[in-house]
């Protein structure tokens, strides 16, 4: 027997109370191909697994650009981001995100920039008591990021506690949020001017460089970005790179309860194995729980109903968790990804689908590819990991180590 109606029960608190661990939950309770629940009194319906990426990332089925709530564009995205934008306008400013940071040479400058930020940085560790590898990582990624994007930047510090907070608020109503919605307005006011002073002469960006090409970049109407929008999308460039250091913390943890790990990325130049570490970060810790759109029209999937206008959701967490799709989901392990690469649609924590005609991450291939540098440097180095609170909670979105990742008598090998 197939559902079709929402249930009456509205689950928006229970969501906010299980985090990550609620549509699993959910789905493992139901004997159905879809979990459909009511989320902010609307009628939602969850789906799950690489034919549901592919379901839910044509845009014929799914639209975002009325999906996504007020609360998450004033922290995450910013109003007016990419994230929001349908069929050709969408398609024209994807192009921007692409051209940046697609391609060996893109991918490349920002690895170089990034690793050189964190060689510089991890060469004063030794003489400090201590080191909170979250929050290092954050201010190495901001001034690497920032240099490669060509935003002058004087202290990296303050820059990088605002990045980190937009996406720390996004997924609660309490102080969380209101520090990332000012971040939010501090940020943009920073980036429209630097975008007003590089069109008006009065500034520099470096040719080719994200403040450069947003700057010039025009949209599907042919007109040049307005500089509050321009401010949204140069955050959307730096923002995320800057959240990588959830997953260099992530790192932290993997290294800490996996010395083998730590020994073998050390000790070899393997980088098929970093590459598939990296994997195994973004595939085993929590970071995006679900993605969400709207129905364009009445839809069905596997002979479910969807009515139009219902709110449809993709587990991302949940998929990367299944134990039809991955071997002991609940085990820290690389080598899985050595036996063989992910599928397209398998691996989502960046999203699924086509990522030049739909929503997927443009910035896959610059995470990747940060990971597997970032990883072995931080295995090559010899500290000590104090008492500390280690949990990762998984309601908490997103969730962090709850220390931020402590290391301590670091020492740099020669
Ligand atoms: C989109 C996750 C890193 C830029 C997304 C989406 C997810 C995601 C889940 C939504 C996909 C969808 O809606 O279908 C992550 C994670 C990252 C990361 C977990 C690692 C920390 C990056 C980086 C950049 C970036 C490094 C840029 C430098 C973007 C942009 C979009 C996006 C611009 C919007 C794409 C669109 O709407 O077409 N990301 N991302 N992300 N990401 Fe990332």
Known sequence: MHQSRAPLVDSSLALLAKGYAWLPDRRRRTAHPVVRARLMGRHTVALHGPEAVRFFSDERHVER??????????????????????????????????????????????????????????????????????????????????????????????????????????????????????ARDRREAWLGRMVEDVRAGAATAPAGSALDVVARHRDADGRLLDPHTAAVELLNVIRPTVAVCWFVAYAGHALHRGPGIKKRLAESDDAAYAVAFAHELRRFYPFAPFLGGRAVTDLAWRGEPIPAGALVLLDLYGQNHDPELWDEPYRFDPHRFLKRPPGRDELVPQGGGDRAAGHRCPGEDVTIALLRSLGPRLARLEYRVPEQDLRIPLNRVPSRVRSGMVIESVRVPA
């Not at 979250?134 to 190495?140: I, K, N, Q, R």
């Not at 002058?152 to 919605?181: E, K, M, N, Q, S």
């Open 65 to 182: 650009r009325t999906a996504l709530p007020g609360p998450v564009l004033s922290t995450l995205f910013g109003h007016g981001a990419v994230h929001t934008l349908d069929g050709e306008p969408h398609r024209v400013r994807k192009q921007l995100f692409l051209s940046l940071l697609t391609g060996a040479e893109a991918v490349a400058g920002l690895e170089r920039r990034v690793t050189a930020a964190w060689d510089e940085a991890v060469a004063s560790w030794p003489g400090r008591p201590s080191v909170v590898l979250f929050d290092e990582a954050g201010t190495v990624l901001t001034r690497g990021v920032c240099h490669w994007a060509g935003i002058p930047l004087d202290d990296a510090g303050p820059v990088a506690r605002d990045l980190v907070a937009l996406v720390d608020g996004v997924a609660t109503p309490g102080p969380r949020h209101w520090r990332a919605r000012r």
